[in-house]
């Protein structure tokens, strides 16, 4: 089997590239199946400050190309393969990416959870100038600016809380008339005077040049449109585990997040997950490339127990 890995890593964001590095470095055959575009969502992000290590800001794409450059350097391989399917039922597994088929003594997924988007083609435009789903990220950067959070649910609460940190002013555009988050957090929102809450209205268009510069929403009502001026927009309608090809193999939650022990490793036996795909609740950079080093350094320990 010549493509025949130690160790198989789904996806190529900091926690896969973190897992990649450790298990090279531990003198096992590591390969990465990057997907069409190493890196993750962290390339989308378009300035970094709180990742250790780094005294002056630094681009997302720049971070994660050091990160790629760093594993390549040790020795792991990198395929710009999808993985569309895996048979566990014997070791060594099997993994097929498009036409493809990769061999693998133990897998570790890290393929991260994607960001539910609005779909509007002016959204597309300003994602890393001015749109962003993550306020811990980019929050910092709209010191004394005003900015709009879109969603209802805790998570949009709780950015436009954080938001107020930094910005003068903050919007929280609710498609519905009551938010669904929990009363605390709906009690911090209303409490705050640097928010405003926007009920019954949706976005229906980002407007500016080069960078954002306001919001057209409508009222889901009257169809009433408004115009509001903000230097930034944070989109909080939820995240989705990108989990689909799993769903036979190994255990999700009711969220489709993958469900791991203490040593990240899934409901079946050699394959273990790292990062946003089994972690609902930071989805930070620092934490998926922690993650990533803890299950490699648990997968070295299965691939021990073999020989």
Same mark, same amino acid.
């Given at each position: 089997?010549?493509?025949?890995?130690?160790?198989?890593?789904?996806?190529?964001?900091?926690? $896969?590239? +973190?897992?990649?590095?450790?298990?090279?470095?531990?003198?096992?055959? +590591?390969?990465?199946?990057?997907?069409?575009?190493?890196?993750?969502?962290?390339?989308?992000?378009?300035?970094?400050?709180?990742?250790?290590?780094? %005294?002056?800001?630094?681009?997302?794409?720049?971070?994660?190309?050091?990160? =790629?450059?760093?594993?390549?350097?040790?020795?792991?391989?990198?395929?710009?393969?999808?993985? +569309?399917?895996?048979?566990?039922?014997?070791?060594?597994?099997?993994?097929?990416?498009?036409?493809?088929?990769?061999?693998?003594?133990?897998?570790?997924?890290?393929?991260?959870?994607?960001?539910?988007?609005?779909?509007?083609?002016?959204?597309?435009?300003?994602?890393?100038?001015?749109?962003?789903?993550?306020?811990?990220?980019? $929050?910092?950067?709209?010191?004394?600016? +005003?900015?709009?959070?879109?969603?209802?649910?805790?998570?949009?609460?709780?950015?436009?809380?954080?938001?107020?940190?930094?910005?003068?002013?903050?919007?929280?555009? @609710?498609?519905?008339?009551?938010?669904?988050?929990?009363?605390?957090?709906?009690?911090?929102?209303?409490?705050?005077?640097?928010? %405003?809450? =926007?009920?019954? @209205?949706?976005?229906?268009?980002?407007?500016?040049?080069?960078?954002?510069?306001?919001?057209?929403?409508?009222?889901?009502?009257?169809?009433?449109?408004?115009?509001?001026?903000?230097?930034?927009?944070?989109?909080?309608?939820? @995240? @989705?585990?990108?989990?689909?090809?799993?769903?036979?193999?190994?255990?999700?939650?009711?969220?489709?997040?993958?469900?791991?022990?203490?040593?990240?490793?899934?409901?079946?036996?050699?394959?273990?997950?790292?990062?946003?795909?089994?972690?609902?609740?930071?989805?930070?950079?620092?934490?998926?490339?922690?993650?990533?080093?803890?299950?490699?350094?648990?997968? =070295?320990?299965?691939?021990?127990?073999? %020989?």
């Amino acid at each position: 089997m010549e493509k025949l890995s130690d160790i198989l890593i789904i996806g190529a964001g900091p926690s $896969g590239l +973190t897992a990649g590095i450790y298990g090279a470095r531990g003198g096992y055959k +590591t390969t990465i199946l990057t997907g069409s575009l190493a890196g993750g969502q962290l390339l989308y992000t378009s300035e970094i400050e709180n990742f250790p290590g780094f %005294e002056n800001p630094i681009s997302g794409y720049d971070l994660m190309n050091r990160m =790629i450059n760093q594993a390549k350097r040790l020795g792991v391989i990198m395929a710009d393969e999808q993985a +569309t399917a895996i048979d566990a039922s014997k070791n060594p597994f099997q993994i097929t990416a498009g036409e493809k088929i990769y061999y693998a003594k133990t897998i570790i997924i890290a393929t991260g959870a994607s960001a539910k988007w609005l779909g509007l083609e002016s959204e597309k435009k300003f994602r890393g100038k001015g749109i962003s789903s993550c306020a811990t990220c980019d $929050g910092f950067f709209y010191k004394n600016k +005003t900015v709009c959070v879109i969603g209802g649910g805790d998570t949009a609460c709780e950015d436009a809380v954080f938001l107020t940190k930094f910005a003068s002013k903050v919007y929280l555009i @609710h498609r519905r008339d009551k938010f669904r988050a929990s009363y605390l957090a709906q009690k911090k929102v209303l409490s705050n005077p640097k928010i %405003e809450v =926007i009920y019954n @209205h949706i976005p229906e268009d980002f407007i500016g040049d080069e960078k954002l510069k306001g919001i057209k929403i409508k009222n889901v009502n009257t169809g009433e449109m408004r115009e509001i001026p903000v230097d930034g927009a944070f989109v909080a309608i939820g @995240h @989705h585990p990108n989990t689909k090809i799993f769903s036979n193999i190994i255990k999700l939650d009711d969220q489709g997040y993958i469900i791991v022990d203490s040593n990240y490793e899934t409901s079946a036996k050699g394959i273990f997950a790292c990062g946003d795909v089994c972690d609902p609740k930071y989805k930070q950079a620092i934490a998926a490339a922690g993650i990533g080093c803890m299950a490699a350094m648990n997968a =070295i320990k299965y691939l021990e127990s073999l %020989e």
